[in-house]
């Protein structure tokens, strides 16, 4: 059964939330409290409903409770959204999401009953910091959540070192699962990761782990120069 995700206001945050939740196969219902922006909606296909987010009978009519999430995104409304969200946590609502405008803006609704709160300025930005980071240590393919399948050549801390030796799983919590060895012909052979394979220096390791241990590893153990 899909997931049904009520987004309370329509700007530009609230549109491309919703489009992008349909696209994933979410039931996704819009309230705002202006007719001409629930009826342009409406035509385009959306299931758009005109109400006041902070209006007690006005919720309920609509259905903002039997939704699994709420996401509260009502522009540049700070108290508006305030008022929704504590109406939201009165109503019981099941997982209440809301935007916030700035960091004291954060606080004040996380304080009042919302389950999650994004700044979308500064949460983007974090994401590109982080691409950035990783783009600029080793190539990377993400997997699930904060799992991702990394690309790091061995550097001296590990050389000539067995992956038995290494613990790198009690250490790091990372998992090897293959390892590119260039040879003097410059033919590449693939190695099995077993424990009592000996790492050389800018061996590429295809490590399996979460970015931080990765990160981590790579810091500490991986190649200055990448290849």
């Given at each position: ?13 609230g ?10 196969g ?7 409290r ?5 009826k ?9 409903v ?6 007690e009978?006005?919720?309920k009519?609509?259905?903002v409770v039997?939704?699994d999430v709420?996401?509260v995104?009502?522009g540049d409304?700070?108290q ?5 969200t504590l109406l939201?946590?009165?109503l019981?609502a099941?997982?209440?999401i809301a ?7 954060a606080?004040?609704l996380?304080?009042?009953?919302a389950?999650l709160v994004?700044?979308?300025?500064r949460?983007?930005a ?10 600029a240590?080793?190539d ?6 904060d799992y ?8 001296p ?6 992956l ?6 009690e ?6 699962v293959?390892v590119?060895r ?21 061996d590429?390791?295809i490590?399996v782990?979460k970015r ?5 590893f ?5 190649a200055?120069e990448?290849?």
């Open positions: 059964m899909a997931q049904r995700i009520f987004v309370l206001g329509a700007g530009r945050f549109i491309h939330l919703a489009t992008r939740l349909s696209e994933y979410c039931e996704v219902v819009i309230g705002d202006n007719p001409e922006r629930v342009d909606l409406a035509e385009d296909g959306f299931h758009a005109e109400m006041d987010a902070d209006d009978d006005a919720s009519d609509a259905g039997e939704a709420v996401v995104s009502i409304n700070m508006g959204s305030i008022l929704a939201l946590k009165d019981k099941r997982r209440i935007r916030a405008l700035d960091v004291k803006h606080q004040v996380e304080k009042v009953g389950d994004v700044l979308p300025s949460d983007m974090y994401r590109l910091a982080e691409r950035l980071r990783d783009d240590s080793s990377r393919q993400p997997i699930s959540g991702q399948m990394a690309q790091i050549r061995v550097g801390p590990v050389h000539g070192k067995t038995a030796e290494l613990t790198l799983r250490r790091y919590r990372i998992n090897v293959l590119a260039c040879g003097t012909d410059g033919t590449t052979e693939h190695l099995e990761p077993e424990p009592r394979l000996k790492l050389a220096l800018h590429l390791c490590i782990g931080d241990n990765l990160n981590r790579e810091r500490e153990c991986g200055q990448r290849r």
